[in-house]
């Protein structure tokens, strides 16, 4: 492996899987310190051109113009039905767009998008190889590391971006050439962050309501449905876009019919995305999984479930087992 980033990682004793997650083989129990994550499960796909901005105006749900190099947003592609084919992460580098995503589904976008660009003067780049992604969680900051403050602020130094997260916990997102981000995460070990797995990141995206997508549910939900109103991922104003009558629909005419919730189990394996969820009271099924992490028998997920005046409270998976789920 010649990327100098994963000979970074694998000289720290870090494992990298089939499905890009990162292992470190010494564990870390602490959790209260400063860390730092790989995040090989997402990855980066850049929008270059004359006609970038009007393109993606016209692909995305939010709005393109409102994402400059010093604010970042949440958005989606969806196709003509408007169901979400990927959520992202989007963020502007002097004239291009940098769009964080999950590196499943970077290629499938990519195809999906480039039967758009006609004759427009549009460029996408996959990143994977050029750009690497690595998360900080701060507790207490003991050096003289600038960071952007508001939420989805970004802030560039030294050709390093920090994009902030508002969440439960104090994240950041940066982004780097592979030469700087072993820079960077050096400094940073250096100064007590310790080097975290992979899922422990996708544990925290879950209780801060990120709904990351796989190939397994694109396609498969509504932006409403995966909460990206409520993190400003739609705008209702900006126009026209691939499936926005049908995500325009679904706002004018009142709630969705489902929402995106958390929940917790008791599991040793993570249950497959879309495993159906049902309520014991009628046998009826009334959602489904979208992603899950386990940790310790623990299974956090996020879940998409029928919205009614009486929500069900005997949840269970709809497994062998017939798991018990708990809404949070």
């Known amino acids: 492996m010649t990327n100098p980033w994963h000979s970074q990682l694998l000289a720290l004793n870090a494992e990298i899987s089939e499905t890009h ?6 564990t870390h129990t602490e959790k ?4 730092v994550y790989p995040l090989t499960q997402v990855s980066i796909l850049q929008v270059s051109g ?12 939010c709005n393109i113009h409102d994402i400059t190099e010093t604010q970042a ?3 989606a592609f969806c196709n003509a039905k408007g169901r979400v084919l990927s959520s992202f992460i989007v963020l502007r580098n002097a004239k291009n767009f940098l769009i964080i995503l999950p590196a499943e589904l970077i290629t499938p976008i990519r195809h999906h998008l480039q039967k758009y660009i ?21 507790h207490s900051l003991a050096h003289s590391l ?11 130094r030294d050709s390093l971006t920090l994009i902030r997260l508002e969440g439960k916990a104090t994240r950041y997102i940066a982004i780097a050439d592979t030469s700087h981000t072993t820079t960077f995460w050096s400094e940073l070990t250096q100064h007590q962050f310790m080097p975290h797995d992979t899922s422990d990141w996708e544990l925290l995206d879950i209780y801060d309501g ?28 900006k126009g026209c876009y691939t499936g926005q009558e049908i995500v325009a629909r679904t706002h004018y005419l009142g709630q969705a019919k489902r929402a995106m919730f958390i929940a917790q189990t008791e599991l040793n394996q993570s249950p497959p995305p879309n495993a159906a969820i049902i309520d014991t009271a009628n046998g009826q099924i009334v959602g489904s999984i979208l992603c899950a992490s386990v940790q310790l028998h623990l299974a956090t997920l996020l879940v998409i479930l029928s919205v009614s005046i009486d929500q069900p409270k005997n949840l269970v998976i709809d497994n062998q087992e ?7």
């Not at 004359?50 to 749900?61: E, H, I, N, P, Y």
């Not at 004759?119 to 750009?131: I, P």
């Not at 990351?212 to 739609?234: A, C, V």
């Open 21 to 26: 997650h990162i292992v470190f083989k010494s």
């Open 32 to 35: 209260s310190g400063n860390a």
């Open 50 to 61: 004359l006609d970038a901005a009007t393109f993606l105006q016209g692909q995305v749900t």
């Open 73 to 75: 947003g949440f958005g």
């Open 118 to 138: 006609l004759r427009a003067d549009v460029k996408l780049t996959d990143c994977a190889t050029e750009l690497c992604i690595t998360g900080l969680q701060v």
């Open 146 to 156: 600038a960071l952007p403050e508001g939420h989805l602020q970004c802030l560039t």
């Open 210 to 237: 990120i709904p990351w997508l796989s190939p397994q549910t694109s396609g498969e939900y509504t932006p409403q449905m995966l909460n990206l109103d409520k993190l400003g991922g739609i705008s209702f104003n």
């Open 322 to 328: 017939h798991t018990p789920l708990t809404i949070l």
